[in-house]
């Protein structure tokens, strides 16, 4: 059974930065897609960026030129770097494996406050 345990998150002001950390364990990192995805209050989850099968990285429009995903899989931990942030990046921030044949895998999510 793959886990996913996300943390890194926390408050911090507008203009400022966290780095996310998924920590996963049961599987190899490199076996697996990761997602990034958060919900706010009120609002659906949403994609925030992912892996591709091809080797690219998807971001959504928000998180272009802000956000960074990255990955270590020798400590199988996926990162998501967050600079610039706003107060709209308000969220539960989750992180999502996927894998063909091996189905899809949340963790429990970090809470992100951008506040002044």
């Known amino acids: 059974q793959l886990q996913l345990v996300e943390s890194g998150g926390g408050l911090v002001q507008p203009g400022g930065s966290l780095r996310l950390s998924c920590v996963v364990s049961?599987?190899?990192?490199?076996?697996?897609?990761i997602g990034w995805f958060r919900q706010a209050p009120g609002k659906e989850r949403a994609e925030v960026v992912c892996d591709g099968y091809n080797g690219a990285t998807n971001y959504v429009d928000f998180a272009k030129g802000r956000f960074t995903a990255s990955r270590d899989n020798a400590k199988n931990t996926a990162f998501l770097q967050m600079n610039s942030l706003k107060p709209e990046d308000t969220a539960v921030y989750y992180c999502?494996?996927?894998?063909?044949?091996?189905?899809?895998?949340w963790g429990q999510g970090t809470q992100v406050t951008v506040s002044s």
């Open positions: 049961g599987g190899s990192l490199d076996d697996f897609a």
């Open positions: 999502n494996a996927r894998a063909t044949g091996s189905g899809d895998y």
